[in-house]
């Protein structure tokens, strides 16, 4: 059974960062491609950062030069660094196996200003 779970969000103020984790269990982490997404009251989830199994990433332009993505096949955990948040960066996160339905329940991350 595939587990993802995530961690590492709160409450920071506009211009601080955080770093998510992405913790997976039950499969084949080292050949598997994950995503971050993230939801906003009132709005659809959207796609933040992707990287591939053999560690290509891509980047929504909203959050390019400001997130990383990574993967640390030895410990089967995704991270998402976030620098230089900003109050529309407010969201609850979640990561994902690339195409499956295997998602996690989520992190709450929000940012005032």
């Known amino acids: 059974q595939v587990q993802l779970v995530e961690s590492g969000g709160g409450l920071v103020q506009a211009g601080e960062s955080l770093r998510l984790s992405c913790a997976v269990s039950?499969?084949?982490?080292?050949?598997?491609?994950f995503d971050w997404w993230r939801q906003a009251p009132g709005k659809a989830r959207e796609s933040v950062a992707t990287?591939?199994?053999?560690?290509?990433?891509n980047y929504a332009n909203s959050v390019k030069g400001r997130f990383t993505i990574s993967r640390d096949n030895a410990k089967n955990t995704v991270y998402l660094q976030m620098d230089s948040l900003k109050p529309d960066d407010t969201a609850v996160y979640y990561c994902?196996?690339?195409?499956?339905?295997?998602w996690g329940q989520g992190t709450q991350v929000t940012v005032s200003s």
């Open positions: 039950g499969s084949t982490f080292s050949i598997s491609a």
């Open positions: 990287i591939s199994s053999g560690g290509t990433t």
């Open positions: 994902r196996i690339m195409g499956t339905g295997d």
